[in-house]
């Protein structure tokens, strides 16, 4: 279980996770529309690009045309977009009390990176931490879905969505692993089920979080 203290006092921050294709930005897309109609201040971001630097990250570790990264390297940069996107954007939402939905956080790091490319998840979580100063999701929503089900909704792939099938199932059961970790701010779904349904249940956990939240 994640110590005390990881948690904002103030606003909501909801995270979704998963792998390519499960329906991250249609359902984040879906809560920020439900929250807005109930008068919440919500933003709506992602990781990595959502800030003038991590625009530039995001065009070097997701286009094909920037061909092999070092490991290392490849998780510096999705660092680097990580601790702007926190410091400039993330933690002044929650301070003015807003409900933050992202896709894609520090999680993804740890799958893709971790597990995906084999390197030391131990060591790569202890730098991801203080990257993002250890602030944690009060919810992270996992849309769970078989890779190659995923991974065919896809006519063009990025850097990442064209690695071997074997990357993106070790990438799946991280996933799977850092939410069995901590069932208290996890939430797993299948994919596959209906939109809606989907989006039934990730309103009925997010609920019960929104008191830390102001209205707009």
Do not use: N
Request: with cysteine; net charge negative.
């Amino acid at each position: 279980m994640s110590s005390p203290g990881l948690y904002a006092d103030t606003g909501v921050f909801v995270c979704f996770e998963g792998g390519e294709g499960g329906g991250k930005s249609t359902q984040s897309r879906l809560l920020r529309e439900r929250l807005v109609a109930g008068g919440y201040d919500v933003v709506l971001t992602f990781e990595p690009g959502d800030t003038p630097v991590g625009k530039e990250m995001r065009r070097i570790v997701l286009s094909p045309e920037t061909g092999t990264l070092a490991h290392k390297t490849e998780f510096l940069l999705y660092l680097a977009d990580k601790s702007e996107h926190i410091e400039t954007l993330v933690r002044p939402a929650l301070d003015r009390g807003a409900v933050v939905v992202t896709d894609r956080y520090v999680d993804s790091t740890l799958a893709y990176q971790g597990a995906g490319r084999d390197l030391d998840a131990g060591e790569l979580e202890e730098v991801a931490r203080w990257a993002t100063g250890d602030l944690r999701p009060h919810l992270t929503v996992v849309l769970d879905l078989e890779p190659s089900a995923g991974l065919a909704r896809f006519e063009e792939r990025d850097r990442i969505e064209g690695e071997s099938l074997e990357f993106h199932r070790r990438v799946r059961q991280s996933f799977l692993d850092l939410a069995a970790r901590d069932p208290e701010h996890y939430l797993v779904l299948d994919a596959r089920s209906s939109i809606e349904d989907i989006a039934a249940a990730i309103a009925a956990r997010v609920e019960p979080l929104l008191a830390r939240a102001v209205r707009g």
